[in-house]
Antibody, heavy 116, light 112 residues
Framework: EVQLVQSGAEVKKPGATVKISCKVS????????MHWVQQAPGKGLEWMGL????????MFAEKFQGRVTMTADTSTDTAYMELSSLRSEDTAVYYC?????????WGQGTLVTVSS | DIVMTQTPLSSPVTLGQPASISCRSS???????????LSWLQQRPGQPPRLLIY???NRFSGVPDRFSGSGAGTDFTLKISRVEAEDVGVYYC?????????FGQGTKLEIK
C-alpha cells in the first residue's frame, strides 16, 4: 500500500522558515517525482514545484521561486519542503503528492499557520 | 502557463441524478509523446485530494464506474452517472502536460 505521511501542523511568525517532511512507503521512492501543492483556507489547489528523488533536481512555480527549497533523502525515503520569509498569505495546508502517468498519491496535508 | 477553467463552480444535484463538470485548458494538453495528461481529482470535506481519472478517461484503482471522463485537446468533461451522498466534495481538473502543472478552480458538488 502506497503511503505518504507528512509531519504535523506548524505555527510560525512572519519572516520565519518552515520545513515539512513527507515520508513515503509502498513504492520505490526514486521512481516518481515528489510534488508539493498549496491550499489556502477555503481555496483551490496550487502547484508549488517538484523534486526528483533520483538526482535532487527541482522545478518551482514562479510564485515560489527564491523562497522554496525541495529536497529528497533517499536513505530515509523522505521528501522535504522548506518555505522561507513566511507571510500571512502562506497560511495554508501543504500537500506532498506523487503523480505518475497512471497514478497519484497524496499525503494527508500539513497545516502551516503564519501569525504574529 | 496553461490556465484551466472549470464550469460550473457549484453544482447542486439530486441524489441518483447525473452530474457533469467541464474543464477547458488555455492550450492543447496533447503532450509531445502523444498522451494527454488531464486528470480529475476529488476532495471530500476535510480530506486530501484523491485521483479519480487519469489521461482523460482512465479510472484509477478503486474508483466506482459511475465516474467517467471524456474529451480531447482543450475540452474535457467529468460525468457522474448517478450521484451518491459520498460524492459530495470539490472536484478539480489538473493538467500535467506542461510545467508548471495547473489545476482548475474547483467545482463544489452538493446535494439538493
Amino acid at each position: 500500500e502506497v503511503q505518504l505521511v507528512q509531519s504535523g501542523a506548524e505555527v510560525k511568525k512572519p519572516g520565519a522558515t518552515v520545513k515539512i517532511s513527507c515520508k513515503v512507503s509502498g513504492y520505490t521512492f526514486t521512481d516518481y517525482y515528489m510534488h508539493w501543492v498549496q491550499q489556502a483556507p477555503g481555496k483551490g489547489l496550487e502547484w508549488m514545484g517538484l523534486v526528483d528523488p533520483e538526482d535532487g533536481e527541482t522545478m518551482f512555480a514562479e510564485k515560489f521561486q527564491g523562497r522554496v527549497t525541495m529536497t529528497a533523502d533517499t536513505s530515509t525515503d523522505t521528501a522535504y519542503m522548506e518555505l522561507s520569509s513566511l507571510r500571512s498569505e502562506d497560511t495554508a495546508v501543504y500537500y506532498c503528492a506523487t503523480t505518475g502517468a497512471t497514478s497519484s498519491y497524496w499525503g494527508q496535508g500539513t497545516l502551516v499557520t503564519v501569525s504574529s | 502557463d496553461i490556465v484551466m477553467t472549470q464550469t460550473p463552480l457549484s453544482s447542486p444535484v439530486t441524489l441518483g441524478q447525473p452530474a457533469s463538470i467541464s474543464c477547458r485548458s488555455s492550450q492543447s494538453l496533447v503532450h509531445s509523446d502523444g498522451n494527454t495528461y488531464l486528470s480529475w481529482l476529488q476532495q471530500r470535506p476535510g480530506q486530501p485530494p484523491r485521483l479519480l481519472i487519469y489521461k482523460i478517461s482512465n479510472r484509477f484503482s478503486g474508483v466506482p464506474d459511475r465516474f467517467s471522463g471524456s474529451g480531447a485537446g482543450t475540452d474535457f468533461t467529468l460525468k457522474i452517472s448517478r450521484v451518491e451522498a459520498e460524492d459530495v466534495g470539490v472536484y478539480y481538473c489538473m493538467q500535467a502536460t506542461q510545467f508548471p502543472y495547473s489545476f482548475g478552480q474547483g467545482t463544489k458538488l452538493e446535494i439538493k
